[in-house]
Structures are given as C-alpha cells and as structure tokens.
C-alpha cells in the first residue's frame, strides 16, 4: 500500500520563520515544557515526500516514503549542544628530546548509555623515535606512518573517565623552530542526538489496506556520530 506516516519532534512546534524545502536562520523548534525538550535549528531540508503544508500548519512531519531507504530531513544546529566527551590534554616537555603526555577523557551523558567505536588521535612531533603508551582502558598504539597515538575503547559508559599516559621520544634536530601542537581529534557513536532532536511519536495510517496505527511495529533508533570533534592541546 501506500502508507502515510506522520511524526513529531521534540513536542509541540513553533516555526518563527515560515519555509518551504528550508528554512532561513531565525527558524526556530521549540518545545512547550521546557529542558532539553526544545531545539534552535540554524537551518533545515526535508525531502520532496514531506508535506510542507502540515509540518506549518499541524507542527508535524507527514509524508508518503517512497521505497527503499532514503533521508526524510537534515538540519543543523549550533546552539545548546550537549558534548558527549570532554577531553582534557596535559603535555610536558622534558628538555629537548623527552616529552611526557596524558590525555583525559570524560564522557558527559547519562550512566545507563554506551559510547562506540570510540578513537582519540593525539598528535607526536615529526621527530618522535619511540612511544612508549599505558591505558588502563582499551588499546593505544603508537602509529609513525601518522604520526600519532591511535587511542582505540569499544564501549564507554556514561559519567566515566578514561586516562592514557604516554612517554615521546625525541630524536634531536637543528631545528630551532618550536613544535606547532595540531588538535586532538575524537571519533565516536552514542545512542542519542546531541543536539537535542527528539521523536515524540510516530504513527502510520493506510485506510485502503484496512489497518491502523496500532497494527504497526515501530522502531526508531537514534545514532550520534562525532563528524569534526577537536580539542587543543
């Protein structure tokens, strides 16, 4: 059949800006109870399926899928973003051709959720010789071909702290020039949208094929990748 599907985001919705397939930067979601129930939204693209006359009038998605898989909206945001990890890097350097590093990572979400394929890369100078890596979880590995430390954890829960400890050899150089430390950089999946963007419901109507909301199996699943996630030493 041709089912159609409606849903709501993050509770009632109220549009400062009226759009058609986007949405200019005063566009605003916002919640009614307040918290982490609303969202401000720099900008927004839906597909050509969604009806754009419910989602102004109704505050609600509704659209006819097509098949297969496909991306119903993409939106972007740049205000109260939740960060799930803090990493907090401390370098020393021990004359010319020592250098002492530990890097911090905590995680700021809630206990009972699990981080994924979590990677720090921590930068070594280009004239590193040796590494030598203690963590107390994970695995490190002194990498040369990238001049790094690849930091690799499978699971991290919520409200946790991670540490890494590193020794950096140097071998000396002529070179006056001080070391320009590039950023740590993070890769990482948790089970929930940073942003805020929430489901509040979904339901599925298809009145010709006689069946209704409540004859549906509904899943939705929400992934947060890392994208660009950098702290300076």
Known sequence: GMPECKFGINDKVLMESKGKSSLDDSARVTGSSGSKTSI???????????????????????FIPPDGEFELMRYRTTKDISLPFRVIPLVREVGR???????????????????QKVEVRIPTPLNTSGVQVICMKGKAKYKASENAIVWKIKRMGGMKECQLSAEIELLATNDKKKWTRPPISMNFEVPFAPSGFKVRYLKVFESKMNYSDHDVIKWVRYIGRSGLYETRC
């Open 40 to 62: 401000a939204i720099d900008d927004c693209q839906f597909h050509q399926c969604v009806k754009l006359s419910k989602f102004e009038t109704e505050h609600s998605i509704s």
């Open 97 to 115: 051709q020592k250098m002492e590093v530990k890097v911090v990572v905590k995680s700021n979400f809630k206990p009972s959720l699990l981080a």
